[in-house]
């Protein structure tokens, strides 16, 4: 098994919605809804924005979504604002091991 | 709060050992799984693996196996990693994450292997 694979750039305009995927197989993000997703600006820590699948941890703007479908997860960020610029890592649960997506540069036009 | 706070970088020559310490403050340490992730310059995230905070017992992803050994001393909170036979290509960041969904992570340690 390798990374979950990730569009490498996505942009949008201010106030667009923008939809991130993350392709896994039948034996991570297919099997499990243990899907999380990762903000992490330039030079800092990542930080959880999204967790099984489509839950938000409290503090995360509700601009953030998560779904899934078979073995394709996917995060939207609606309403893009500047500070959403960042790169977004996907994650899943593999049954004792544990796989990152390989990342998206989100960029806002 | 939880806090995850980690040591700072380290300077290292090929073939040497790094210990990277990982203090978690704001909960209770045996309430969450410890895992540490690795981020190369200008790549991505790598989970290296997690260990037990309950019971010690470690978990090494692929890849990660020989050189690279997590440890705990949970009287004073703190998770480490070590490694061993350092290589230029260990050079990366490395984060500690607490937690099954990484809910919260350490600031990162900067560890550079070179001659």
């Known amino acids: 098994q390798s990374a979950l694979t990730q569009p490498a750039s996505v942009s949008g305009s201010p106030g667009q919605s923008i939809t991130i995927s993350c392709t896994g197989t039948s034996s991570d993000v297919g099997s499990y809804n243990l899907v999380s997703w990762y903000q992490q600006h330039p030079g800092k820590a990542p930080k959880l924005m999204i967790y099984?699948?489509?839950k938000r941890p409290s503090g995360v703007s509700n601009r953030f979504s998560g779904s899934k479908s078979g073995n394709t997860a996917s995060l939207t960020i609606s309403g893009l604002q500047a500070e959403d610029e960042a790169d977004y890592y996907c994650?899943?649960?593999?049954?004792?091991?544990?796989?990152f997506g390989t990342g998206t540069k989100v960029t806002v036009l | 709060q939880v806090q995850l706070v980690q040591s700072g970088s380290e300077l290292k020559k090929p073939g040497a050992s790094v210990k990277v310490s990982c203090k978690a403050s704001g909960y209770t340490f045996t309430s969450y799984a410890m895992n540490w992730v690795r981020q190369a310059p200008g790549q991505g995230l790598e989970w290296m693996g997690w260990?037990?905070?309950?019971?010690?017992?470690?978990t090494y992803a692929q890849g990660f196996t020989g050189r690279f050994v997590f440890s705990l001393d949970t009287s004073v909170s703190t998770a480490y990693l070590q490694i061993s036979s350092l290589k230029a290509e260990d050079t990366a960041v490395y984060y500690c994450?607490?937690?099954?969904?990484?809910?919260?992570w350490g600031q990162g340690t900067l560890v550079t292997v070179s001659s």
């Open positions: 994650c899943s649960y593999a049954g004792g091991s544990t796989f």
């Open positions: 260990i037990n905070t309950n019971t010690g017992n470690p």
């Open positions: 099984e699948v489509s």
């Open positions: 994450a607490a937690d099954n969904a990484f809910d919260y």
